[in-house]
């Protein structure tokens, strides 16, 4: 019986969830860029967007959802492996506890924000582009590729930000961190934007595929469909 998923499917989804789980592995260190303090995953992460608007764009929204939950659940794995290399008894000669702890350790709070803003932003990201498309009879790519990206961005800095630090730092700091946030993040898919082109109109011709969401029901929740 032939393959279900295609090589360029599982390449193309493979990349989406390991920008994912290194995003969230990095996230820990801050660096100074262009005059700003951002967290390093501010360089990858938003490559997991770019590549949910190929899996949309190309494999539809039922595809792009399948996907979206089996990210959840690896880098769910992910992190529970994390906590149990944290908590198993160090070697007596294992001198990096602390700075396992310090790098690699979360908080419930921290992995709570996480969580629950990857799967609002990323179901908005695809939700979005994968409406446009329909809009716009699959034109004008990049209309949707950056417009579904200012949504799905701005909801995921808008979540993560406001659950993970509310109460902790000031409101007008945590309001202009997310409006960076979603302003860096979202310049980056536009200036990768040929690249995207280059990506989506690749899988097309090798695929044979172009699909557009007529018949979907779009509920999130619903990924076993």
């Not at 998923?5 to 990095?26: A, E, K, P, R």
């Not at 790519?141 to 995921?156: E, N, Y």
Request: aromatic share 16%; glycine share 8%.
């Amino acid at each position: 019986m032939a393959d279900r998923y295609s090589i360029w499917f599982l390449l193309v989804s493979s990349i989406f969830i390991t920008c994912l789980i290194t995003s969230n592995i990095i996230a820990v260190k801050l660096i100074h860029i262009f005059g700003l303090v951002l967290p390093a995953a501010i360089l990858i992460f938003p490559i997991s967007y770019i590549f949910g608007d190929v899996l949309t764009e190309v494999y539809g929204y039922r595809q792009a959802r399948r996907i979206i939950w089996l990210g959840f659940f690896c880098n769910l794995i992910a992190v529970i492996a994390i906590w149990l290399g944290q908590i198993l008894p160090a070697a007596s000669f294992w001198d990096g506890q602390a700075a396992y702890e310090r790098i690699l350790g979360y908080t419930p709070r921290l992995l709570g924000a996480s969580f629950l803003a990857y799967l609002v932003g990323e179901f908005a990201n695809s939700f979005v582009l994968a409406k446009m498309k329909i809009m716009t009879q699959g034109r004008w790519l990049w209309t949707r590729t950056i417009g579904s990206t200012l949504v799905g961005q701005g909801l995921d800095s808008l979540v993560f930000m406001s659950l993970a630090f509310v109460g902790t730092i000031p409101l007008s700091i945590l309001g202009s961190a997310i409006v960076i946030q979603w302003l860096f993040k979202s310049a980056f898919e536009a200036i990768v934007t040929p690249l995207t082109y280059g990506v989506v109109n690749f899988l097309k011709k090798r695929e044979g595929k172009d699909v557009f969401d007529l018949d979907i029901r779009f509920n999130p929740f619903l990924f076993g469909e």
